[in-house]
């Protein structure tokens, strides 16, 4: 079993950051690629931003410059940094994980998702 824990969601002004964290627990033989994923009230789920085992980042074109994902691997965990918010932000985030729990099995797994809400 594997689990993915999110936090640092809230409610902030425009213009304010915001940090998320997502935790992966379990049995984990490995995580490859990790990403960040929100879906706002009547829209579709969309990709925010994405990094590879190696580092490699992609961003949605919306947040650009604005937010930055980062991992840290000895703790299984993945960031989001999230800064000049706007209320077009907000939304349910949720963290995105493949994880080998074997040489042969991999599981594409979901946190339970955070708030973040941003006040004009």
């Known amino acids: 079993q594997v689990q993915l824990v999110e936090s640092g969601g809230g409610l902030v002004q425009a213009g304010g950051s915001l940090r998320l964290s997502c935790a992966a627990s379990?049995?984990?033989?490995?995580?490859?690629?990790m990403a960040w994923y929100r879906q706002a009230p009547g829209k579709q789920r969309e990709l925010v931003a994405a990094i590879s085992t190696g580092g490699n980042t992609n961003y949605a074109d919306s947040v650009k410059g604005r937010f930055t994902i980062s991992r840290d691997n000895a703790k299984n965990t993945v960031y989001l940094q999230m800064n000049s918010l706007k209320p077009e932000d907000t939304a349910l985030y949720y963290c995105n994980a493949h994880i080998a729990t074997s040489r042969t099995t991999y599981l594409d797994s979901w946190g339970q998702g955070t708030q973040v809400t941003v006040s004009s």
């Open positions: 379990g049995s984990i033989n490995s995580i490859h690629n």
